[in-house]
């Protein structure tokens, strides 16, 4: 393995926190961000987002429906979702309540930013900075799918 081949098992994921909250601090009305994987793990998250538990249940229901709304690509005339990749890919996903927003980003192979503003929060500004971040850092936040080896009895 080169050195520069990315490892989820033992890459530090602290070093990704730390990106994070120095990214955060420059984009007002950003709550918390979370790196999250397509099957909805928690991989990192900066200091202001919730507790560790509740941002692995926004890991887990960011993952949801990021994978739901792939399924909408048809009703703008994209592929339906169970056609071969097209080249064309989902993008980001916008949420919207009362007092903030959600946003979820593509961020690497098999990995999304969710981000949560207050309804303040400049929402171009917002997607500009998560391009940014992606691609300063995008190769830090891949996160290969999880292979199920078996139990091996």
Do not use: C
């Amino acid at each position: 393995m080169s050195h520069d081949a990315f490892d989820p098992d033992t890459f530090d994921f602290g070093k990704v926190d730390f990106l994070l909250d120095q990214a955060v601090h420059r984009v007002p009305h950003v709550h918390g961000v979370i790196l999250l994987t397509a099957d909805g793990l928690l991989r990192a998250r900066t200091r202001n987002a919730p507790t560790e538990e509740v941002g692995q249940r926004m890991s887990a229901a960011l993952s949801s429906l990021q994978s739901t709304s792939r399924s909408t690509a048809e009703f703008v005339g994209e592929a339906p979702a169970h056609a071969p990749d097209t080249g064309r890919n989902w993008r980001q996903l916008l949420v919207e309540f009362d007092h903030g927003y959600v946003l979820v980003v593509a961020a690497g192979e098999g990995a999304y930013l969710g981000v949560a503003t207050g309804d303040l929060a400049d929402l171009r500004q917002v997607g500009r900075w998560t391009q940014e971040l992606v691609q300063s850092v995008g190769r830090l936040l891949v996160a290969p799918a999880r292979v199920d080896v078996g139990s091996g009895a």
